[in-house]
């Protein structure tokens, strides 16, 4: 009786710690979870004892303590694994620091040692360290002259060692120095000679092609009677070839075989002359730098020039034609004097006063013939230099425009300008001066013709008015 009434009076406790155990074991790890579904599965076959659970939940509370006593050994492995680890660092870092300092100590003594043995080298060296300075550049100044040497088409890669002298920081060797001696014989030995040897030149495709080249001296070399120049360490054709004949005398040299001397041209500036021949401009070059001022100066200077000589050629074609007239005492009207002569046989009947009216007029006549055009030419010999004036004014403008713009760090922005400006000016003179001489010419030819029919107007006046009286 008291058993069941005890019994029912644990009832409801047990449910409740039924519950508690229920959600413990929603908790636990894997393994407890997997043990009270199994024992939740049993006890839905019997009913769970007082006693059974107390023994579950002791079970249990073992279990989780030998997952933390495991769990807690594994952490205390790892910690002890961290500080080996970081012990084993820290002595490297410590050994680390020695070494650093160990060779920052070497290093200094390195340099203290090094300091006195320059300090030594110096002292022993004496006058030979300003000897072996001036070598070095006596090499830069040789390897410099031997990058640009026609000399060198024939015995190329002199330079290396020279460089190698030139840039060294050590002192130079013998082997070095004679280097540098044979080096300056051979260029001086080779200043003395003409040879003939097959070289690659380049050609218009930028390609070098092999030729026979011969050179005289450093001063020249030419091939196919065309001059060449070294650029870059190759050998090409001038972009511009002197002419002159200069072309005819390298030609010359290349084919003369017998045992005397042939005359040649040289440029003793070691290529500097030659090179100003292809940068100076052409005629035709000089006519476009005048731009559009000089075309027009130059059509003007074409047009005054024809019509001058046509006019001069003209009147003196009239002038022997008057000449001939003179001579002879039968008119013809294809010469001014003629007319004037067909006029007085025309008026011999009349009074002195009207024939010397009437031949007055025939002079007056032919006067406008004679004196035509030499007016333009004259205008047009005027104009030129005022259109040379003109264009030097635009290229001023130019010129002051470009500076306003580019400053005037680059003179060749302002080349432009400066070169209209003077170009014009000479055309416009070269223009006025063959226009001036020209219409002078003319127009003395035009006075002496009307000068001799006055002349003779006069003359036929007189005639008549003596045979009247």
């Known amino acids: 009786m008291n058993t069941a009434i005890t019994n029912r009076a644990l009832r409801p406790r047990l449910r409740l710690l039924g519950a508690a155990l229920l959600a413990a074991a929603t908790a636990l790890p894997a393994a407890p979870a997997a043990l009270a579904q199994s024992g939740g599965q049993e006890a839905d076959k019997s009913p769970l004892t007082l006693d059974e659970a107390v023994r579950a939940i002791r079970e249990e509370r073992r279990a989780v303590s030998r997952e933390n006593e495991a769990r ?7 910690r002890n694994e961290r500080q080996a680890e970081l012990r084993r660092i820290r002595r490297q870092v410590e050994e680390a620091e020695q070494q650093a300092a160990q060779l920052e100590r070497v290093r200094n003594e390195n340099e203290r040692k090094l300091d006195e043995l320059r300090q030594q080298l110096a002292e022993r060296q004496g006058e030979f360290g300003e000897l072996f300075g001036a070598a070095r550049a006596a090499a830069a100044d040789l390897r410099d002259q031997l990058k640009d040497s026609l000399v060198s088409a024939q015995l190329p890669n ?7 002298i030139a840039q060294a920081g050590s002192l130079p060797t013998v082997e070095q120095l004679e280097y540098l001696w044979f080096t300056l014989l051979e260029e001086a030995r080779q200043q003395a000679k003409v040879v003939q040897f097959d070289a690659g030149v380049v050609g218009t495709d930028n390609q070098p092609v092999q030729r026979e080249v011969t050179r005289a001296g450093p001063f020249v070399a030419f091939s196919d009677g ?13 972009a511009r070839q002197p002419g002159g004949g200069a072309n005819a005398a390298a030609e010359r040299v290349e084919t003369y075989e017998g045992d005397g001397f042939v005359a040649g041209v040289i440029d003793p500036s070691l290529g500097s002359l030659l090179s100003l021949v292809v940068e100076s401009p052409t005629l035709l070059e000089r006519i476009q730098q005048g731009g559009g001022i000089g075309y027009a100066i130059i059509v003007v200077a074409l047009a005054g020039v024809l019509l001058a000589l046509y006019k001069w050629l003209s009147l003196t074609l009239v002038a022997r034609k008057v000449q001939a007239q003179a001579r002879s ?15 007085y046989e025309e008026n011999r009947g009349t009074d002195i006063e009207t024939l010397q009216l009437k031949l007055d007029d025939a002079v007056l ?3 406008p013939r004679l004196d035509s055009g030499l007016n333009i030419v004259k205008v047009l010999a005027a104009v030129a230099p005022l259109m040379g004036l003109l264009g030097t004014v635009i290229g001023m403008i130019v010129t002051f425009q470009a500076i306003t713009l580019f400053g005037t760090g680059d003179p060749k ?17 070269i223009a006025a001066i063959p226009l001036l001489l020209l219409h002078t010419f003319a127009s003395g030819a035009s006075r002496r013709v009307g000068e001799v029919l006055e002349e003779q107007s006069a003359g036929m006046v007189a005639e008549y008015a003596e045979k009247r009286g």
């Open 329 to 343: 005492m039968e008119p013809s009207r294809d010469n001014p004097l003629g007319r004037v002569m067909l006029a």
């Open 365 to 367: 006549k032919e006067l």
């Open 413 to 429: 922005l302002m080349a432009g300008g400066i070169s209209q400006a003077l170009v014009t000016t000479v055309q416009g003179l």
């Open 158 to 164: 002199r330079g290396d060692k020279l460089d190698e």
């Open 72 to 78: 807690e050994r594994r952490f205390l492995e790892k």
């Open 226 to 238: 065309r001059f060449l120049q070294m650029v870059n360490g190759r050998l090409k054709y001038l």
